[in-house]
């Protein structure tokens, strides 16, 4: 039976003896195969002959106190063979004891287990390599991180800086057409005031010759009459100013007081170019913005269109002036016919400096000063088309809701 038990782990295990010192006394078939030493070579040396020397001192010293104390010592163990290469066995030492309880010798029974341990330490290490590598990946994104969050900080601040600069240069447009439409203003200015001058003169006249004549009464009429010319004189220059006065508050208007004043500028002009202007106004609209903004844009419109008639020699010139309620908006369109506007110059006509006519009558600004305005100043929308026979702009302002309540 016991036999039996022998020759089974003896075929089937690395099989060694040693006595009480470490000196082999058996070892199996396996043990030479496995450790690359003949039997001769290992009876009668000590076990250390397959001592690795990466194996520190104190494993053995460990393993050596357990078997000196009856104990079994069970552990894996990595050897040397003769050739040098290392192999590990998953090691039992057993201590056998005579009949006094004495340790007698000592049964090593191994199996083999380098591929399994080589298996694992080749994992082990492909697991550190990966954790590195993970690690470096890591630091690579957060640096990639930081450099793109760096880029686009940049990035912001670019385009704030562009749209600052947009800004300031859209300011400056709109000063530039200020000025531009100044020039036209004072000319108008020059026209309203011929009238009542040429009335003046007239006045003071008359008025001599009543003096003369001794007719107190009719002096005194002539003077109030002459007064009232002065004052109305006052009035446009005071209306100028006030008109050309930068930075007003915005504040509910009435649309319609809106464009008579622009009428009322240009009146003259266009009756001295006999143009024919129809009015349909509702006067209860009101939006919000600065009212004389829109009187500048009106004057634009009715400016351009002054100047396509003389452009295009126009015999019969009209211009219609419609105010009306379209849902929450009030709708101003301004037509004319003078022909229109070439379709190969449609899309450019809001662009700053885009003009057709010769720089001495023209700057380009006219449109674009318009468009900041209605959009800007009135969060509105110009848009324009041919109709007709002529141009057609079409602006749409939102109402306040005071109109919507009262219409
Ligand atoms: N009613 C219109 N009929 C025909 N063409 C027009 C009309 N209104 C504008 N345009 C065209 O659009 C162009 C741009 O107009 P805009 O008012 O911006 O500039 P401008 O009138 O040429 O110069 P500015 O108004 O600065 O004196 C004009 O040069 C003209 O060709
Ligand atoms: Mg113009």
């Known amino acids: 039976m016991f036999k039996q038990y022998k020759e089974a782990i003896e075929s089937s295990n690395i099989v060694s003896k040693t006595d009480i010192n470490g000196i082999i006394t058996f070892v199996n078939d396996e043990f030479c195969k496995i450790s690359g030493y003949t039997r001769d070579e290992l009876i009668g040396k000590n076990h250390n002959i397959v001592r690795h020397p990466d194996v520190p001192a104190s494993n053995f010293k460990r393993l050596w106190n357990t078997i000196l104390q009856k104990k079994i010592f069970k552990s894996t163990v990595m050897n040397r063979a003769k050739d040098g290469s290392t192999f590990y066995v998953n090691t039992t030492i057993i201590p056998i004891l005579d009949e006094n309880g004495e340790i007698e010798e000592f049964i090593a029974i191994r199996y083999d287990v380098t591929k399994e341990v080589k298996l694992k330490m080749a994992l082990e290490k492909k697991e550190r390599e990966l954790e590195a590598l993970n690690r470096t990946l890591e630091k690579r994104v957060a640096l990639q991180t930081r450099k793109l969050y760096e880029l686009n900080k940049h990035l912001e601040e670019r385009v ?47 008025m001599k010759r009543a003096t003369k004549r001794g007719d107190e009464d009719q002096v005194e009429a002539i003077y109030e009459e002459a007064k009232t010319i002065i004052q109305n004189m006052s009035q ?69 269109a002054k100047d396509a008639f003389s452009d295009k020699n126009i015999k019969e010139k009209r211009v219609s002036i419609q105010l009306f309620k379209e849902k929450e908006f009030a709708k101003i369109v301004i037509k004319d016919n003078a022909g229109g506007i070439d379709k190969s110059v449609m899309g450019q006509i809001f662009e700053p400096y885009f003009t057709t006519k010769h720089s001495a009558k023209g700057t380009g600004l006219g449109l674009f000063m318009s468009k900041m305005i209605v959009e800007k100043g009135l969060s509105g929308s110009i848009e324009v088309e041919n109709c007709d026979d002529g141009a057609c702009f079409t602006i749409k302002i939102p109402l306040v809701k005071e109109t919507l309540n009262v219409v």
Do not use: C, Y
């Open 160 to 206: 704030r800086e562009e749209v600052r600069k947009n800004e300031e240069k859209q300011k400056m447009l709109f000063w530039q057409s200020r000025f531009a439409s100044l020039g036209q203003m004072m000319a108008n200015i020059a026209h309203q005031w011929r009238q009542p001058l040429t009335e003046l003169t007239l006045s003071l006249f008359n």
């Open 236 to 304: 446009t220059i005071e209306d100028f100013i006030n008109f050309f006065r930068p930075d007003k508050p915005k504040e509910a208007f009435v649309i319609a007081k809106s464009l008579e004043e622009s009428l009322q500028i240009l009146h003259k002009a266009m009756e001295k170019e006999h143009i024919h202007i129809d009015k349909s106004i509702d006067a209860s609209l009101m939006a919000v913005g600065v009212s004389n903004e829109l009187s500048q844009v009106v004057i634009n419109l009715l400016q351009n």
